[in-house]
């Protein structure tokens, strides 16, 4: 936004009294609705879209237990949410290229399953190897670029349609993590594997810090580095971004190989909170209706080119305060999973009124 | 209000009293006033941004007049949005086909208004009555002498097929007054006289029909009346008879609009100066071929070429031309590498050019002006400057990648400004620029990354006057200055004045070449038809250009 400051030839700009620009150009054929003060403020309202809803929560969190509103439960939320947030990462990124991948949810289980795997004695059901658990984090990362790689392939390359390749992959995946190891949980995981997801500094638990970094350097790469620019032009209209010389291609490849190692990244956090690796986790848990409701509450539209970490952050902390609050409140826990839904309704409809949908190019 | 016979004939037909419309702090329309009465004929022209589009949405019912009122027969219109009632008195066929490719032409036809099985006659929200849908199609197309059977998917249809559905489409639903929003925009020379008899047959008729085009010769030809848009404002309602072209671009343009355009013409000068500033050292002198194209095949669906070869030299402007079925644009997007061929090669500078790859042959030096700027020429969303750098980043981000928004303002001022691109800032949004701003910053993307060769598409398609022959001159100054040379592949003949040589393609092969502005404009059009008569005077004009 720096950039309104910038000369801009002759162009007549009608200057409001704020300094920021008047609307000058005509509008095209049919004429937005809406409000036409866009750019730099509805962007800025889009996301924080969703602040009067997680002061809200706060609020209700408050009334509702004693316990909520402490640092340690604030650094529980956050040792919970952190895993998923990584995975809501990914998850925006390939939205953003207008991608989608389910099997996010099964490399966030397949991955340290297969190298805790590579690591535990065959007594734990491991294979027997006992790697080093620092080589066994890079098979971790190994096993995600892979998945990300023949997904990228498949879809990119091969012209198949993302979901059904990847739902494909997202039941293959969950097959092999249950097949490796018989079925079995791993646990005595060595601490240096677990160090991500278990260990603290001081309150804050180190898979919050790491969390945020991922969202930060994301978000600042998205904003300010060419293939974080190259990733909205390939999302908003593939075409034009081909015919800019942007290799469309390898962009797309390159994200969900991204994505998927940050998924892997998740089930690390994972395996390291719960300090085991078990058969359920990720696919059995069924994150990835979690992971979607994330990033789309936070703003990612699910057609591509839309959408930043700010949003994609709020929409994580949002569905960590939910869940908080249930488990406070005691709702029966045959009940969660239904209020769980409707919050998540809620949130998308509120998200949608005060953000806005987009208003350009629909023809 | 149906009652309101149309037959009185004495009140308009559609009558527009005093309506504003306002987008934020743009007044996109200042009191209008507009009357159609039935079997009249009106052109609605003006340039990109004068209000044309807005009005189109108000009369089609899609948007609502902040103030004044739309008349039908005399009675009020139906409420905005009120479609299904709204289409009995005027139906738009739009510039942007409205058609379901998947679905038949019977059932585009009554799209919405699907004859129902217990009430053949009426529209009815049951159970669909294929056959009387298949009927009354039939019949409509035999009325009218349309001629397409009702079971064709619209797929397999061509643009000027695609358009008589739309036709029919507001003839089945009674509509007493057809607006044609560009209609000719993509259409041959032959659809366009079809079209022409198409739209006589139904003022005859008693249809009333707006006609809005930025082809002034059309208008002069079709329409009884002419209605001029400027700013928002009606400023010029005449018999088109008592008027003549100049008069008409003067109440277009408008008199500070004239001093504006010198003044563009100034920035253009600037845009090519920052282009030739930066202009690598080395490039090829003067009569050097930039490109060499040699035995081109290619089985493109846009256009078949049977072994075409060609030269640009240096500085050289080059024009292709033909029917659009001719591989005009297969040419242009092959040369550009955003297509794969299938034989011959491209050179660039003598070093050949990797097939169907955009970004090699943009590296290469390539620059490519698409054919259709909404599919390629941008990305909507995305800002003015953002677009216009699109092509440079490289260029603009360090070593780490980092791109500052800033930066890249600073780097699309020259360009955008060059072109008088008109926008609030280089942050806004392309979405919301008119078509001719648009087409601006893709000559602008292009023109950024200072291409030894430009590949222009059509590229003053659907842009009003004063910014086609302010987009035409950069593309000449570009190559004057600069040395690049330009491949201009266009079916408008008016495109090909700039030209230094012109080929015109016939079924994917080179018929003849002109090589002598300025060039007669009917040996063009029957050239392009592959008239063999002509083929002796072309080789005549030929030898001429040879002594």
């Keep these: 936004m720096i950039s309104n400051q910038a000369p801009q030839g002759q162009a007549p700009a009608a200057v409001r009294p704020d300094g920021g620009p008047g609307g000058g150009a005509a509008p095209p054929g049919g004429g937005p609705l809406g409000s036409r003060l866009r750019g730099m403020n509805v962007s800025v309202l889009r996301e924080v879209a969703l602040l009067p809803v997680l002061v809200?929560?706060?609020?209700?969190?408050?009334?509702?237990?004693?316990?909520?509103?402490?640092?340690?439960?604030?650094?529980?939320?956050?040792?919970?949410s952190s895993a998923l947030g990584v995975v809501v990462v990914g998850e925006s990124l390939i939205l953003l290229i207008g991608g989608m991948d389910l099997s996010l949810e099964s490399t966030y289980g397949l991955a340290p399953m297969v190298a805790a795997w590579l690591l535990v004695p065959v007594a734990a059901y491991g294979n027997g190897l006992e790697?080093?658990?620092?080589?066994?984090?890079?098979?971790?990362?190994?096993?995600?670029?892979?998945?990300?790689?023949?997904?990228?392939?498949?879809?990119?390359?091969?012209?198949?349609?993302?979901?059904?390749?990847?739902?494909?992959?997202?039941?293959?995946?969950?097959?092999?993590?249950?097949?490796i190891v018989k079925a079995q949980s791993l646990f005595n995981l060595p601490p240096a594997f677990g160090y991500l997801g278990a260990a603290s500094v001081g309150q804050l638990p180190v898979s919050l810090i790491v969390a945020v970094i991922i969202f930060v350097l994301t978000g600042l790469f998205l904003r300010y580095h060419r293939a974080g620019r190259a990733i909205y032009a390939v999302g908003g209209n593939p075409a034009a971004a081909r015919a800019a010389g942007i290799k469309v291609e390898r962009v797309k490849i390159g994200v969900y190989v991204v994505g998927s190692v940050l998924a892997a990244i998740g089930g690390l956090m994972e395996a390291g909170r719960v300090s085991a690796v078990t058969g359920q986790q990720g696919y059995g848990e069924g994150i990835i209706f979690t992971v979607f409701a994330a990033a789309v509450i936070g703003g990612v539209s699910l057609k591509g080119g839309r959408g930043n970490m700010v949003g994609a952050a709020s929409g994580v902390i949002l569905l960590g305060i939910v869940s908080?609050?249930?488990?406070?409140?005691?709702?029966?826990?045959?009940?969660?999973?239904?209020?769980?839904?409707?919050?998540?309704?809620?949130?998308?409809?509120?998200?949608?009124?005060?953000?806005?949908?987009?208003?350009?190019?629909?023809? | 209000m149906t009652s309101s016979a149309v037959s009185s004939g004495a009140g308009a037909l559609v009558e527009v009293t005093g309506v504003e419309k306002r987008f934020g702090t743009t007044r996109a329309l200042r009191g209008v006033d507009l009357s159609l009465d039935a079997g009249q004929c009106l052109g609605l022209v003006g340039r990109n941004g004068a209000g044309k589009s807005t009005?189109?949405?108000?009369?089609?019912?899609?948007?609502?007049?902040d103030a004044g009122t739309v008349r039908f027969g005399g009675a009020p219109a139906p409420r905005t949005g009120d479609i299904g009632r709204w289409r009995e008195w005027i139906a738009t066929v739009f510039q942007h086909s409205m058609i379901v490719p998947h679905l038949s032409v019977a059932e585009n036809v009554f799209l919405g208004a699907m004859p129902s099985m217990l009430r053949p006659s009426a529209a009815g929200p049951s159970l669909v009555s294929w056959r009387a849908m298949r009927r009354r199609t039939r019949g409509i197309m035999g009325e009218w002498g349309l001629d397409i059977a009702p079971e064709t998917p619209c797929g397999e249809l061509s643009v000027e097929q695609l358009q008589v559905v739309e036709i029919a489409r507001a003839l089945a639903r009674g509509a007493r007054c057809v607006l044609l929003d560009e209609p000719t925009a993509a259409l041959e020379r032959q659809a366009i006289r079809r079209l022409?008899?198409?739209?006589?047959?139904?003022?005859?008729?008693?249809?009333?029909?707006?006609?809005?085009?930025?082809?002034?010769?059309e208008v002069f030809e079709i329409c009884r009346d002419v209605a001029v848009l400027r700013d928002g404002e009606l400023v010029l309602t005449a018999p088109t008879a008592s008027l003549s072209k100049d008069d008409l671009v003067a109440a277009m343009v408008g008199g500070v609009a004239t001093a504006g355009q010198a003044s563009a013409g100034a920035g253009g000068a600037a845009a090519v100066a920052a282009v030739e500033g930066a202009s690598a050292p080395g490039e090829a002198a003067p009569g050097d071929a930039v490109l060499e194209v040699d035995g081109l095949t290619s089985d493109?669906?846009?256009?078949?070429?049977?072994?075409?070869?060609?030269?640009?030299?240096?500085?050289?402007?080059?024009?292709?031309?033909?029917?659009l079925s001719a591989g005009v644009a297969t040419i242009g997007r092959v040369i550009a590498g955003a297509e794969a061929h299938s034989g011959g090669e491209v050179r660039l500078h003598g070093r050949p050019v990797p097939p169907g790859q955009r970004a090699a042959a943009q590296r290469a030096g390539i620059g490519y002006i698409p054919e259709d700027r909404r599919a390629e020429g941008f990305v909507a969303h995305l800002g003015v400057a953002e677009n216009t750098t699109m092509a440079i980043t490289r260029e603009l981000?360090?070593?780490?990648?980092?791109?500052?928004?800033?930066?890249?303002?600073?780097?699309?001022?020259?360009?955008?400004?060059?072109?008088?691109?008109?926008?609030?800032?280089?942050?806004?949004?392309v979405a919301e620029l008119s078509g001719g701003n648009q087409q601006k910053v893709t000559v602008a993307r292009t023109l950024a990354h200072r291409p030894s060769l430009i590949v222009a598409i059509t590229p003053t398609r659907?842009?009003?006057?004063?910014?086609?022959?302010?987009?035409?001159?950069?593309?000449?100054?570009?190559?004057?200055?600069?040395?690049?040379?330009?491949?201009?592949?266009?079916?408008?003949?008016?495109?090909?004045?700039?030209?230094?040589?012109?080929?015109?393609?016939?079924?994917?092969?080179v018929f003849t070449e002109f090589s002598n502005p300025p060039f007669d404009r009917d040996t063009l059009i029957l050239a392009t038809e592959g008239i063999t008569g002509m083929t002796d005077e072309a080789a005549r004009t030929a030898e001429e250009a040879a002594e």
């Design chain 1, 56 to 80: 809200l929560l706060i609020i209700i969190g408050t009334l509702v237990s004693p316990a909520f509103f402490t640092v340690s439960n604030f650094a529980g939320i956050g040792q919970q």
């Design chain 2, 55 to 65: 009005l189109v949405s108000i009369l089609s019912g899609l948007s609502e007049p």
């Design chain 2, 462 to 509: 659907g842009v009003d006057v004063a910014s086609k022959e302010l987009l035409l001159s950069s593309l000449a100054s570009v190559a004057a200055t600069s040395g690049a040379g330009v491949l201009l592949c266009s079916d408008e003949l008016s495109d090909l004045e700039i030209c230094d040589r012109v080929l015109v393609l016939v079924r994917g092969e």
């Design chain 2, 397 to 429: 981000s360090g070593r780490l990648g980092v791109l500052s928004p800033r930066r890249r303002a600073i780097a699309a001022a020259p360009f955008t400004a060059g072109l008088s691109l008109v926008s609030s800032g280089p942050a806004q949004p």
């Design chain 2, 196 to 217: 022409f008899d198409r739209v006589r047959q139904l003022t005859a008729a008693g249809v009333a029909v707006l006609y809005i085009s930025h082809h002034l010769e």
């Design chain 2, 300 to 323: 493109s669906a846009r256009g078949r070429l049977s072994g075409v070869s060609l030269r640009v030299r240096a500085g050289e402007v080059v024009g292709v031309t033909g029917l």
């Design chain 1, 131 to 179: 790697l080093s658990p620092y080589l066994g984090i890079l098979v971790l990362l190994a096993v995600g670029a892979v998945v990300g790689l023949v997904n990228g392939l498949l879809i990119v390359k091969g012209r198949l349609n993302g979901f059904i390749v990847t739902l494909g992959m997202t039941i293959v995946l969950a097959g092999m993590q249950n097949g």
């Design chain 1, 324 to 363: 908080d609050i249930l488990d406070l409140a005691q709702v029966s826990n045959y009940w969660i999973e239904a209020i769980d839904g409707a919050v998540i309704l809620f949130a998308l409809v509120l998200a949608r009124v005060v953000g806005g949908e987009s208003t350009a190019e629909e023809r």
